[in-house]
């Protein structure tokens, strides 16, 4: 039934989501840590690469986890009546999971570009002049 199968992409979708967003929050490791936690007077590169990184990673982790809530709505709107459209071999609840986990495999590459742009930005950015702002001016006078 097509609302079964609904239900069972919503929740591997989901959980698809869910290991994104996981991911950027656990991907640091104690020697990352100790250099985002070491403090710069100027442009940090580590602090840019793990913003950059979690960035990538909500990003992609938003797109699944809207993409697992629009097929909840459908699952509930459509009648338990009508017959999934999936061939045979994808209506087992394992393999419709696995098939989702194997869909999802690209999103892990797109975080990487993603994450690679964002850094790329960043460092471009750091390397023009920086006007002056008057609140640290004015902090650092005295």
Sequence with gaps: MLQ???TIMAASVGLV????FSFGATSAGPEEICLQATPY???SEPVARAL???RAQNVIGSIFLVIAFILQIVAVVVPPSVSSPLPKCLRNCLALV???FLIAIPGFFAS???EAQATEKAM???KLPKAPTP???SLCKP
Excluded at 17 to 20: D, G, H, K, L, M
């Design 98 to 100: 696995i098939s989702v």
């Design 52 to 54: 950059s990184a979690q």
């Design 41 to 43: 007077w100027d442009f």
């Design 112 to 114: 990487r570009i993603l």
């Design 135 to 137: 609140q640290l001016d």
């Design 4 to 6: 079964r199968d609904l």
């Design 17 to 20: 989501s869910a290991i994104f």
């Design 124 to 126: 471009a950015l750091s």
